[in-house]
């Protein structure tokens, strides 16, 4: 194995491959936004490259759901003055010409919603992507999903870092209900939050919003290849993240950045296929950004195979500087092992255990699969990412050859770990470990909810 280890190590640092892709990724493909040509596009390199690496069975996965196109988006406040804020529309909010008076929800906690029950209908309501430091963690999402259950009439979401930076991010949705399920919903920088809220301090506030966006019937895909081993009939790795990003940006370290990796990976491990047990499948996704779209689908078109998945990686944002993060998710008992072979690689990845409910690998973990989501968080919280600055020179390419060299080589360890030490949770297991997260009605509401 060490021999390996060395060529695969050698190979990483002494190729371009990996950066070039993560670049064509960013500056050919833009933002790979979901059902957009840039996206369809991404997908066909993405072929293209795991068929010149040797991979098994590469093929496209397509799927149908509602794509989004952004049109006009225009915030005005008519009163106490007149003023114009920039805006950016969220991923599934519909078309309006509407006048609104304002409502501050701040961190959109329950207390906060249940004080203001009365008060949120027909409102525009002002929400932080903040969180308390004590208490359940709540994703824009689920608080969307909040206030629309209280007939608000608009979601204001506040991206909290400073620098005039509107977020991004889609709303919840289900694509079997009819697509005008959804309200306006706009994106707003901080610093004008802050200076909405100066004058709603002043008195009561009231908006004008304008947008002018198109739902219709689209279709994507997830990028599929393989490497077969002596035995593939008998247990699959799944190596994954999702290509997709927002059409504001290029996305770069949400998510071209695990998408250059799990490449990276595929291309170092084609030469040792004889060496597998198993089989090792490399996934792409399309459509996590749109509400996991690629993933939950990828699940349900395969859901009588899923026992046959020994373990799923799941690469979301890799590109920061710093230590690599495997948050395990239902594979308890995997830490000890996991920690003691990134020990003996040796590697500076830490394994933590950890439930992210907004990544492709969560699809997965509801019908008991093990896994872990793979991240560089770097200083914490979002960053860049969902904001029309995660740009190609934001990435630290070190990072990325270090992230694929200690992947690459964890993965060997995972396919020739005998005996393996995880397991599949049965229904009950996996709801039970749901419950101090608050996502069973934003799952409910997508049809996302596997349990009776």
């Known amino acids: 194995m060490k021999q390996i280890d060395s060529r695969i190590c050698g190979d990483i640092w002494s190729s371009s491959e990996l950066r070039d892709s993560h670049r064509q990724l960013c500056l050919k493909f833009g933002g790979r936004f979901s059902g957009s040509d840039d996206a369809a596009k991404a997908a066909r390199f993405i072929k293209s490259k795991f068929t010149e690496y040797g991979l098994d069975n590469v093929r496209l996965e397509p799927f149908d759901m509602i794509t989004w196109q952004r049109g006009s988006a225009v915030l005005e406040m008519i009163s106490p003055v007149e003023r114009m804020f920039p805006c950016l529309a969220l991923p599934y909010a519909p078309s309006c010409n509407r006048e609104f008076e304002l409502l501050d929800l701040k961190m959109c906690r329950a207390e906060d919603v249940e004080t203001h029950a009365d008060d949120i209908p027909d409102r525009a309501v002002l929400v932080d992507d903040r969180n308390p430091s004590k208490g359940p963690h709540l994703h824009r999402l689920q608080k969307y999903l909040s206030v629309l259950k209280q007939g608000a009439g608009a979601f204001l979401f506040i991206q909290n870092p400073p620098g005039m930076l509107a977020p991004t991010g889609s709303l919840a949705f289900n694509h079997r209900k009819p697509v005008d399920q959804t309200i306006p919903s706009v994106g707003l920088a901080n610093e004008t939050a802050h200076e909405i809220r100066y004058w709603l ?50 996305g770069a370290v949400d998510n071209a950045s695990g998408v250059a990796v799990v490449m990276e990976i595929a291309r170092v491990l084609a030469p040792f296929r004889e060496h597998l047990k198993g089989r090792l499948r490399f996934i792409l996704f399309g459509s996590e950004e749109m509400g996991l779209v690629g993933s939950h689908t990828h699940v349900q078109k395969h859901i009588d195979s899923l026992s046959s998945i020994r ?74 990412g969902h904001t029309i600055a995660d740009t190609f020179e934001k990435v630290s390419q070190e990072t990325l050859q270090r992230v694929a060299a200690h992947l690459a080589r964890m993965v060997l360890r995972v396919d020739a770990m005998d005996p393996w030490r995880g397991r599949h949770r049965t229904p009950a297991e996996v709801k039970k470990e749901l419950e101090p997260f608050p996502v069973e009605p934003l799952l409910r509401y997508e049809d996302h909810w596997p349990f009776e």
Request: charged residues 15%.
């Open 311 to 384: 373990f799923m990686f799941n690469l979301d944002c890799v590109g920061s500087p710093g230590n690599l993060l495997l948050m395990m998710h239902h594979a308890s008992e995997l830490i000890q092992p996991f920690s003691k072979l990134a020990a003996e690689l040796p590697s500076d990845m830490a394994i933590t255990e950890n439930l992210v409910p907004f990544s492709d690998h969560f699809p997965f973990f509801l019908h008991g699969v093990p896994a872990a989501f793979c991240c560089t968080p770097g200083d914490g919280g979002r960053g860049w």
């Open 201 to 250: 301090d002043q008195g009561p506030v009231q908006l004008r919003l304008r947008m002018d966006n198109t739902l219709v019937p689209g279709a994507d895909c997830n990028v599929i290849g393989e490497l077969s081993g002596d035995h593939p009939a008998e247990y699959l790795i799944l190596i994954g993240g999702h290509y997709d990003g927002h059409d504001i940006a290029q």
